[in-house]
Nanobody, 114 residues
Framework: VQLQASGGGSVQPGGSLRLSCAAS????????IGWFRQAPGKQRELLTH???????DYADSVKGRFTISRDNAKNTVFLQMNSLKPEDTAVYYC?????????WGQGTQVTVSS
């Protein structure tokens, strides 16, 4: 499984961004795809995930502001991020869980600053 994350950038507080995670390869083996982030000096944090049955879950830090969705035809998962705060600044990663292994995308930088 290969993952390609994109869509990061710089935005002012209160702004929005949409990240994309395009999966290729053995996508049939994927059970769930999640979004993580890692800020400088902090541990990588799980933000949300979406399973093959469409169920989702969110960390309290992003609940109500971030929304995960997917386009099965394009093997792509999206992360819509609204009401961004400076503390959302981090490198964002997507990860695929096959039940046997975890695969990671390369990360995309999100910077929230005025």
């Amino acid at each position: 499984v290969q993952l390609q994350a994109s869509g990061g950038g710089s935005v002012q507080p209160g702004g929005s961004l949409r990240l994309s995670c395009a999966a290729s390869g053995s996508t049939f083996s994927i059970n769930a795809i999640g979004w993580f982030r890692q800020a400088p000096g902090k541990q990588r944090e799980l933000l949300t995930h979406i399973s093959t049955d469409g169920s989702t879950d969110y960390a309290d830090s992003v609940k109500g502001r971030f929304t995960i969705s997917r386009d099965n035809a394009k093997n792509t998962v999206f992360l819509q991020m609204n009401s961004l705060k400076p503390e959302d600044t981090a490198v964002y990663y997507c990860s695929a869980d096959t039940g046997v292994s975890h695969y990671w995308g390369q990360g995309t930088q999100v910077t929230v600053s005025s």
